[in-house]
């Protein structure tokens, strides 16, 4: 016996035999209740199981515990947070497997409506099979087609101590080496599947899609196999023609330290960042380390928002990969030693993309319609702060850019086919180039630029790489079905994530157009339609239909905008955005609507130096007695602002500054609904009464732009706002929302 297992193996015993809940054998039907510890293989009624988990406390609804335990859940749901409307309301955990434990399997299980479906620490080879934890918690997304909002960015760069979990999850794991996860499913959420430091795991067959977060999240992982899992539209940030952002959402995110993981054959499309490998906090401190020796093959990470694969600080395998449409194919700055090959790229503006990169071998790669195929760089002074979270990777490190093999690649219609600056030491040879605008690109700060034929190494980069995927049974074709989707045109982002095609939706493809005339697609399953009423718009080219189909009509005039349509739906069996199954036949109600109150902005910018005044010590925001002179003014008609390093003035960059914005606006009578987005400190007063105050910046410890809502009651008439808003330095937000409320 594994000695290592034996003191938990004692522990058990011990809980067992104290445990007033010793159950029957796996073939009694057992009904679940709320705080049930499970100890022994067990088969649970099937069912719907309606438990709110305790909201002051973490205790889980279920505990399972022991050594070589099989609980089968036989399709039972537990479904928490009843009294919720809303999934970032949800709440709780559903199931917690404690560290007591070991070698357990949880199967056939669905749970909804919870902040974590399933958390488990400290637990060997556990398995999960056959579950559903689809619809859990997911944050309600403030970025609208036309802006974006900088509060929905996510921020993954530390969970030392489960930081994660403040988004919720799926599944989350930590601790837990030879996990198996197998043919489960999430949709409808933030974050699928999380894992910290689990190593040696199998992670196959799943389907963890159309979720507003991450799909596989890795922090310190290690020696795990992804294979045949469909990660498709994981993604925030994104408004087709507007604004491609991705918000730090990702099909698979891999952050620090987590080294010789196989990615084999998943389909990650539609994605925030397809792949988004990042080598971690300690090798920016230390210049030691990285997320290493990883292989990522045969997979698809088409159609990301910005790049299909992100691998930066590192050294690793990129082999056999399709990525289409992204705005960078590979982002790959200040990777070393690392090789892309035989990889196919299609329409993306660059297909390669390299700052500060070394000892990297690019070989064998199809380039098709991308603007630029390999771009290689460095720049000519370093940033004083990438990512804003700490720089001594620079000070450590050689981070020239030099010693490239570009050899065999075949470029097709790029615009550009190589662009190189500031590199050192490149061999390019052998390549197909077909009706390239321009080959190579490079100028005078490029040395060692050698385009002579190495036979040995066109042979050493002409043998095929063999990867082997994990030795399974029946292993599913993730990319099946997939064409149809084909394009980041097919991400639409709702306040509640990316719409997933199994319900209807009215959606509006030239939301900046500001002519007056709005078009709309009408997407769902097979079935009819017809708007049953409409407001703020005339002269509809069509009020019913069957689907697919495309309207259009005229916006009414006036300085506001208050425009609802709503549309009744029969035919197909439908799943609505929050999960609810619709029978065929039945008719639905579904809706577009557009809020836009305008307001006469006047925006005054102040220089600050805390060093002499700071107004988040004194609740003033000047000093007394002291005159202050604006450095910037501008009229707008709505506040969305985000700067990175300060404002831009006549006088140059100001990195400390005040913001005082004051308009009024001509309100209906009725409820509102006030959003305020910010970075650092915010003060918000509607007709001189202060309704927001956020004026002290250490009341939000991560690295995210907090929002806060509050609803009000406003009268008809002429309504005067205020907001005093403070930047201390760094990066800097400043938005505000205003929607009808209800």
Known sequence: MNKKILPGLLLIITSVALNAQVHKSASTEKVLKKGLVITSDTKIKKAVYKFDADQNSEEPIILVEGYRVTVDFNNATLQGSNLKGNPNEFYGIAIVITSHSANVTIKNLKVRGYKVALLARDVPSLTLENCDFSYNYRQRLNSTQEDEDMSDWMSYHRNENDEWLRYGAAIYLRNCNMSIIRNCKVTGGQNALMMTNCNDGLIVNNDFSFNSGIGIGMYRCSYNDVAYNKLDFNVRGYSDGVYNRGQDSAGILVYEQSNNNLFYKNSVTHSGDGFFLWAGQSTMDSGQGGCNDNIIFGNDFSYATTNGIEATFSRNKILNNRVFECDNGIWGGYSYSTEMANNQFRNNNVAIAIEHGQENDIHHNLFFRDKTAIKLWARKEQPADPMAIGWGYEKLRDTRSKDYKLVANSYNDNKIAVDIVRTDSVKIFGDYVSNAGQFLKFDSTVTNLDSTRDEILMDKFSVDSVIT??????????????????????????????????????????????????????????????????????????????????????????????????????????????????????????????????????????????????????????????????????????????????????????????????????????????????????????????????????????????????????????????????????????????????
């Open 469 to 742: 995927g994990p030795g399974i049974e029946d292993p599913r074709d993730p990319f099946k079905g997939m064409g149809k989707l084909a394009g980041r045109k097919n991400i639409l982002m709702t306040e509640w994530g990316p719409y997933d095609f199994r319900s209807p939706i009215i959606w509006n493809t030239n939301p900046t157009d500001t002519s007056g005339i709005m078009q709309f697609v009408i997407k769902g399953p097979a079935g009819k339609w017809h708007i049953k009423s409409y407001e703020g718009i005339d002269s509809l080219s069509a009020k019913s239909g069957t689907f697919p189909a495309t309207i259009t009509s005229r916006k009414v005039r006036g300085e506001g905008t208050d425009i609802s349509i709503r549309l009744e739906y029969a035919g197909d069996e439908i799943t609505t955005p929050m999960g609810h199954t619709m029978a065929k036949g039945k008719s639905y109600v579904f809706s577009f609507i557009k809020f836009f109150q305008p307001v006469d902005w006047t925006v005054n910018w102040f220089k600050l130096d805390t060093s002499a005044y700071n107004p988040l010590t004194t609740g003033e925001l000047f000093a007394p007695n002291v005159r202050m002179i604006p450095v910037k003014t501008e009229k707008a008609e709505k506040l969305v602002y985000a700067w990175w390093g300060g404002i831009k003035t006549d006088t140059g960059l100001i990195s400390q500054f005040i913001t005082m914005a004051e308009g009024s606006g001509e309100f209906q009578q009725g409820d509102y609904e006030f959003g305020m987005t910010w970075d650092d400190a915010v003060r918000l007063y509607v007709d001189n009464k202060l309704v927001i105050n956020e004026w002290n910046p250490s009341n939000y410890k991560f690295d995210e732009s907090p929002h806060k809502t509050i609803k009000l009651t406003l009268n008809q008439g002429v309504h005067h706002l205020r907001v005093e808003h403070v930047e201390l330095g760094g990066f800097a937000a400043l938005a505000l929302q205003i929607k009808k409320s209800g």
